[in-house]
């Protein structure tokens, strides 16, 4: 299957799991594209100030890749840096939060394996 951008569908997601702000949310991929393994597969866009709130992953898992800019998360109680090119994974029960810091947009990949 090839999707081309103009298919996919843009979602402006406020105050994401008790966080603050809005996030654009571009779908890459619908629920029911991704065969069961997904319940989400998008771009998320986080302006200065931006975040998503702390929440667990169990029995699922979410994938965060940094696609551009910086983006502070909680990684199950430490605080770290992402860039462009980093990747958190969290499952198992552990939780995580993101939030942008800096004074630029920050782009990630959000995916939410089941």
Same mark, same amino acid.
Not at 14 to 30: A, C, F, Q, V, Y
Not at 31 to 49: A, D, H, V, W
Not at 50 to 74: K, Q
């Given at each position: 299957?090839? !999707?081309?951008?103009?298919?996919?569908?843009?979602?402006?997601? !406020?105050? =994401?799991?008790?966080?603050?702000?809005e996030i654009k949310t571009l779908h890459l991929l619908e629920q029911g594209e991704l065969l069961g393994k997904c319940s989400l597969c998008s771009r998320m866009t986080l302006l200065p100030g931006v975040s998503i709130g702390?929440?667990?992953?169990?029995?699922?898992?979410?994938?965060?890749?940094? =696609?551009?800019?910086?983006?502070?998360?909680?990684?199950?109680?430490?605080?770290?840096?992402?860039?462009?090119?980093?990747?958190?994974?969290?499952?198992?029960?552990?939780?995580?939060?993101?939030?942008? =810091?800096?004074?630029?947009?920050?782009?990630?990949?959000?995916?939410?394996?089941?």
């Amino acid at each position: 299957m090839v !999707k081309h951008t103009q298919d996919m569908r843009t979602e402006i997601k !406020k105050d =994401l799991r008790g966080g603050s702000g809005e996030i654009k949310t571009l779908h890459l991929l619908e629920q029911g594209e991704l065969l069961g393994k997904c319940s989400l597969c998008s771009r998320m866009t986080l302006l200065p100030g931006v975040s998503i709130g702390e929440h667990p992953h169990n029995p699922d898992a979410e994938i965060y890749y940094c =696609l551009s800019g910086e983006i502070t998360v909680g990684d199950n109680g430490e605080q770290k840096i992402l860039h462009a090119g980093d990747i958190m994974f969290t499952g198992g029960g552990d939780s995580h939060w993101a939030k942008n =810091l800096s004074s630029e947009p920050a782009e990630m990949l959000a995916i939410v394996i089941l």
